[in-house]
């Protein structure tokens, strides 16, 4: 059974800097690209990050490059979102996702397994 779990969000001041992990389990995770996703109340999910299976191409959103950095470690089964300078407008739940076939899509269709998701609350 696959499960990705996410952990890491929380409360932060406009500015500040949060990480959040995934941690993967039940699937060859080195043969996933895995991407970011949030959902903001009353918004569709969009697209974060994503990166593929052996780290070699990064994809993100407009919204948070330069601020934002995906990164895994195979060993450990895990996916990384370093979110820096955080803005109000990040404020929402973030889900990790796995993607078998893909190098790293901003579909959100393109992904087979979702995580919980974890909330992230940026104060002005």
């Known amino acids: 059974q696959v499960q990705l779990v996410e952990s890491g969000g929380g409360l932060v001041q406009a500015g500040g800097s949060l990480r959040l992990s995934c941690a993967a389990s039940g699937l060859t995770f080195s043969s996933y690209a895995m991407g970011w996703f949030r959902q903001a109340p009353g918004k569709e999910r969009e697209f974060v990050a994503a990166i593929s299976w052996s780290g070699g191409r990064r994809l993100y959103a407009d919204s948070v490059k330069g601020r934002f950095t995906i990164s895994r470690d195979n060993a450990k089964n895990t996916v990384a979102l370093q979110m820096n300078s955080l803005k109000p407008e990040d404020t929402a739940v973030y889900y990790c996702?796995?993607?078998?076939?893909?190098?790293?899509?901003?579909?959100?269709?393109?992904?087979?397994?979702w995580g919980q998701g974890t909330q992230v609350t940026v104060s002005s």
């Open positions: 996702a796995a993607d078998l076939v893909g190098l790293g899509s901003p579909a959100y269709k393109e992904y087979e397994h």
